[in-house]
């Protein structure tokens, strides 16, 4: 079993509808929880990170944790074309104050149709 | 601020050859970090320099990999000789912080596209 599973998709939405992205991760000790975006033949630029489970909120962006079910999730409301691209989660480790490496899911490729 | 600089974009290559690629960090930052992302799947950490100390480097094959870090600023990857399984993308990224915080973030260059034939 991969430390940090995702679907690949495709997933295609229309312009407008509400988008859910998911991870799941098995191992118990990832602390910080990242959803990174990738956009065709760019690197990944960070969205939004979280630390505990609950939810944190940035404008159309809702990052959810729930460590008891070790799944992660994005909702993006009012989804744009502009939001076309792929959306990798990953995570870490914490050790002593100081961040672990990153692992990645392999990433979600979303498209919204105007 | 200037973002990660990566060179080149793009390279094609036969097997058992050689390749290198150049990475220059954001200005300032003490750690740079070399990713592998094969087609569909995520980005895998092969080395982690802190200034030009190497953190981790666990997962570098290290038999056809060399990877270092100029004075602490520029950073070059190798591959050699190239195998078919190394076609990817190689990403280079750079944070901040020596020791990277829980919120120290990890900004991505362009990549490199690598293709063995």
């Known amino acids: 079993q991969k430390e940090v599973e995702q679907d690949p998709g495709p997933l295609s939405v229309p312009e407008g509808a509400i988008v859910s992205l998911n991870c799941t991760y098995s191992?118990?000790?990832?602390?910080?929880f990242m959803w990174y975006r990738q956009y065709s033949r760019k690197g990944p630029e960070l969205l939004m990170y979280?630390?505990?489970?609950g939810n944190k909120e940035d404008g159309r962006f809702t990052a959810q944790v729930d460590k008891s079910s070790k799944y992660i999730s994005l909702f993006i409301r009012d989804s744009q074309p502009s939001d076309s691209a792929t959306y990798l989660c990953?995570?870490?480790?914490?050790?002593?104050?100081?961040?672990?490496?990153?692992?990645f899911g392999k990433g979600t490729k979303l498209s919204v149709k105007p | 601020e200037a973002g990660v600089a990566q060179s080149p974009r793009y390279k094609i290559i036969e097997k058992r050859q050689s390749v290198a690629f150049w990475c220059n960090p954001i200005?300032?930052?003490?750690?740079l970090y070399w990713y592998q992302q094969i087609l569909g799947q995520g980005p895998k950490l092969l080395i982690q320099?802190?200034?030009?100390?190497?953190?981790?480097d666990s997962q570098l094959p290290k038999d056809r990999f060399s990877a270092e870090r100029l004075k602490g600023v520029d950073s070059t990857l190798k591959i050699q000789p190239a195998k078919l399984e190394d076609s990817a993308v190689y990403l280079c990224a750079s944070s901040k912080e020596m020791v990277a915080g829980p919120t120290d973030t990890q900004y991505f260059g362009p990549g490199t596209r690598l293709t063995v034939l």
């Open positions: 979280t630390y505990s489970s």
């Open positions: 191992n118990s000790a990832f602390q910080y």
């Open positions: 200005s300032g930052h003490a750690t």
């Open positions: 320099f802190q200034n030009n100390g190497v953190v981790d």
């Open positions: 990953a995570m870490s480790v914490i050790y002593g104050g100081s961040q672990g490496n990153l692992i």
